[in-house]
C-alpha cells in the first residue's frame, strides 16, 4: 500500500491566490514527520515546512501552512498569495518515528504547480 | 544554516567507468546521511542510508556493489557508481538531517548530481 499519496499530477492556480496541494498518508506509527518539498526545473529539494504527528497546531512558515488533520491523515499543504516564482514541483513525504536520526524520508508521486499571470 | 552541498553538480562519463559524488553537510554535524535518485518526472527513490563510521543500509533492490557508498567523517559521505552504464543515467541527491539543534527534525537536501552514462 501506499504510504503517501499525492493525487494531483498538476495544478494550475492563478498569481496572488492561495492553492491547496493534497497529501494523505497512511502509517500505524504514532510517532512520525510530515514534510513538504519543493523541486524547481534545477532540481534541487527545498524544504518548506514540517510538521510532527504530535504537534497540537498547525504548522505554517511564511506563505506556507499545512492543513494537519490527523484523523483524516491528511496533511496539504497551502500556499497563499501565489507567485509566479512557486511553479515547481511539490513533494510531501513521511517519516516514520522521529527519535532515531537513521529513519527515512518516503515521497509522494509529487504535484506540479503551474501559476499563471 | 543547514547547507549540504553536493559535487559534481553534472558528470558525463564513458560506459564502464566509475563515478564518485560526494555529500557534504556545511554547517552540521551528520551521522547519517541518505542516497536518493530520481528518475525524470518521477519521485525520490530512496537507495540507501549512510551511517557514519559504519556500513550503508541498503533498499531492496539496490546493488550495493553498484553502489558503493562511504561515510568517513560527519560531514561526507560519498557515492561510487561503479562500471557505469547507460541505465545507470539519473539524478542522484543526497540529504542529511542535523544531529542536534532546532533542525534536527528536519532533513536537508544536496542540490543534486545528474549524471549521464555514454
Known amino acids: 500500500a501506499q504510504k503517501i499519496t499525492q493525487t494531483q499530477p498538476g495544478m494550475f492556480v492563478q498569481e496572488k491566490e492561495a492553492v491547496t496541494l493534497d497529501c494523505t498518508y497512511d502509517t500505524s506509527d504514532p510517532s512520525y514527520g510530515l514534510f513538504w518539498y519543493k523541486q524547481p526545473s534545477s532540481g534541487e529539494m527545498i524544504f518548506l515546512i514540517y510538521q510532527g504527528s504530535y504537534d497540537q497546531q498547525n504548522a505554517t512558515e511564511g506563505r506556507y501552512s499545512l492543513n494537519f488533520q490527523k484523523a483524516r491523515k491528511s496533511a496539504n499543504l497551502v500556499i497563499s498569495a501565489s507567485q509566479l516564482g512557486d511553479s515547481a514541483m511539490y513533494f510531501c513525504a513521511m517519516r516514520e518515528g522521529h527519535v532515531s536520526n537513521t529513519d527515512k524520508l518516503i515521497f509522494g508521486t509529487g504535484t506540479r504547480l503551474q501559476v499563471f499571470p | 544554516g543547514a547547507v549540504v552541498s553536493q559535487h559534481p553538480s553534472r558528470v558525463i562519463c564513458k560506459s564502464g567507468t566509475s563515478v564518485k559524488i560526494e555529500c557534504r553537510s556545511l554547517d552540521f554535524q551528520a551521522t547519517t546521511m541518505f542516497w536518493y535518485r530520481q528518475f525524470p518526472k518521477q519521485s525520490l527513490m530512496l537507495m540507501a542510508t549512510s551511517n557514519e563510521g559504519s556500513k550503508a543500509t541498503y533498499e531492496q533492490g539496490v546493488e550495493k556493489d553498484k553502489f558503493l557508498i562511504n561515510h568517513a567523517s560527519l560531514t561526507l559521505s560519498t557515492l561510487t557508481v561503479t562500471s557505469a552504464h547507460p541505465e545507470d543515467s539519473s539524478f542522484y541527491i543526497c540529504?542529511?538531517?542535523?544531529?542536534?539543534?532546532?533542525?534536527?527534525?528536519?532533513?536537508?537536501f544536496g542540490p543534486g548530481t545528474r549524471l549521464t552514462v555514454l
Open positions: 540529504s542529511a538531517r542535523p544531529l542536534a539543534g532546532p533542525l534536527h527534525n528536519e532533513q536537508f
